[in-house]
T-cell receptor, first 113, second 114 residues
């Protein structure tokens, strides 16, 4: 059981380039989330999808877009990467009902030069 | 706005010492509370969670936490730490919106010396 799978694990981009981070979960969860993790700031929510077909902004959505492709997949896109978006990105999923915790992927370490 | 504050940013302990990590949150309604652990180079894993009921919750690896509603606190404890507990620990709060949105604290890095 793979859980939450993120690709790629590492990526280096130049300022202005675009990129899509992929996330897939095999737990049949309704809800999916994208976070970024920066030193001393914990994890901050970028976007989330409470259920298939819906997406909403989190705490730090500027510069990002998301797509909930189907129940399994939730992608995060950087249209024009900026150095301030250098971070570790985590995807998570959760069964929305029944007081369940979130399950996290292994993360994508993204550097923007 | 909701916020979560972890008082200790970096804690260094010797093996067998007791651990208590502080977590306070600001939110006026019903909350769900979590502690996650991130071992070096790994993803976040759930240590324990509180949704309702007994305010003293037990998690994996001998960790426990106590929810004190009057103090808006959810402190993490372990009686005797091991070198393998070296990791970063995050407190997180979910409000009552039922969207699963988590607000994380800044994290506490725990270093256990053998």
């Amino acid at each position: 059981n793979a859980g939450v799978t993120q690709t790629p694990k590492f990526q280096v981009l130049k300022t202005g380039q675009s990129m899509t981070l992929q996330c897939a979960q095999d737990m049949n969860h309704n809800s999916m989330y994208w976070y970024r993790q920066d030193p001393g700031m914990g994890l901050r929510l970028i976007y989330y999808s409470a259920s298939e077909g819906t997406t909403d902004k989190g705490e730090v959505p500027n510069g990002y877009n998301v797509s909930r492709l189907n129940k399994r997949e939730f992608s995060l896109r950087l249209e024009s990467a900026a150095p301030s978006q250098t971070s570790v990105y985590f995807c998570a999923s959760m069964e929305r009902y029944g007081n369940q915790p979130q399950h996290f992927g292994d993360g994508t370490r993204l550097s923007i030069l | 706005a909701q916020s979560v504050s972890q008082h200790n940013h970096h804690v260094i302990l010797s093996e067998a010492a007791s651990l208590e990590l502080g977590c306070n949150y600001s939110y006026g309604g019903t909350v769900n509370l979590f502690w996650y652990v991130q071992y070096p180079g790994q993803h976040l894993q759930l240590l324990l969670k509180y949704f309702s009921g007994d305010p003293l919750v037990k998690g994996i690896k001998g960790f426990e936490a106590e929810f004190i509603k009057s103090k808006f606190s959810f402190n993490l404890r372990k009686p005797s730490v091991q070198w393998s507990d070296t990791a970063e620990y995050f407190c997180a709060v979910e409000g009552s919106s039922n969207t699963g949105k988590l607000i994380f604290g800044q994290g506490t890095t725990l270093q256990v010396k053998p």
